[in-house]
């Protein structure tokens, strides 16, 4: 897959192209993308994801700071090399770009500079400065630049719609299947081991506390999850604790990630490391004492074994 960062230099094969942010790169982005390889197939052409960098958002509404994001800039990179993309443009969204028309969008953008042979767009596809450009308008443009347009359908799960929205939704709830079985993989948070107050170890259930590499990626909602933990390409198994710790904390909303690692000894501050989240096993709870804990703690680790057996 090739990445590209600018379209100075841009050159595809017979281009069929799809535009969008992909936060999650779910199971209906998925079949946007399968669409877009087939059509790549019939056209004699390559496939280009056309998406951005920073957030649209991050740009248009810098004030509001509820932003949460399902993948990282370098999560999407591995999931599109994943998927089989031939081409991924990651376009610097700034002020000046937000404020194209659609019209332009299309002329500038997709039939100038990427010579577009067909474009593929969802059901839903709003796009250009206040959200103008829909599919009919896309048909009238067609027509003029000569290019096909092609629009997918939903797809649903369980009779259900899936939408990054949703799917951000069931995180904020612990609902860690649901999420999953929407994305179509693992959810996963990438972050550096930061220096706590030890207060596990001396419990017997020594903990690294995790700051997420990325400010804007979600973390869900507070509770005990049973993990997997990949550390210089080993798999651990564990389990995780998602709390509240508003003092010296970088991450979203302020939550506090820490993590047991089952049969892993050694230091483990500055190192990075991926949480892969399997399932939810309790909520966060308070506890009359030390004991109460400890004991609740025994109880957490061996429901989290039991889900992790077959991984």
Known sequence: ????????????????????????????????????????????????????????????????????LLTTKNEKIKLFEKFGVDHLVIYPFNKEFSELSYAEFVKEILVDKMGTRCLVVGYDHRFGKNREGG??????????????????????????????????????????KRANQYLGYQFTLHGTVVKGEQLGRKLGFPTANIEASDKYKIIPGYGVYAVLIEINGTEF????????????????????????????????????ITLIFVDKIREEQKFNGVDALVEQLKVDKKVAQEILINY
């Not at 197939?41 to 496939?47: D, F, R, S, V």
């Not at 991450?251 to 000894?265: L, M, P």
């Open 1 to 68: 897959m090739k990445i590209h960062y600018s379209l100075d230099d841009f050159k595809a094969q017979n281009p069929v192209v799809t535009i969008g942010t992909f936060d999650g790169l779910h199971k209906g982005h998925q079949l946007v993308v399968e669409q877009l390889k087939e059509l790549a197939k019939e056209q004699n052409g390559e496939t280009v994801i056309f998406t951005f960098y920073p957030h649209p958002r991050i740009v248009t509404s810098p004030d509001k700071a509820n932003l949460r």
């Open 237 to 272: 198994k564990g389990m995780l604790n998602i709390g509240t710790r508003p003092t010296f904390n970088n991450n979203a909303d302020n939550r506090s990630i820490e993590v047991n690692i089952f049969d892993f000894s050694g230091d483990m501050y500055g190192k990075t």
């Open 135 to 176: 599919y009919e308008y896309l048909q009238k443009c067609a027509e003029n630049y000569n290019f096909i347009v092609h629009k997918t359908d939903a797809l649903s799960v369980e009779a259900e719609k899936v939408s990054s929205t949703k799917i951000r939704a069931a995180l904020e709830a612990g609902d860690i």
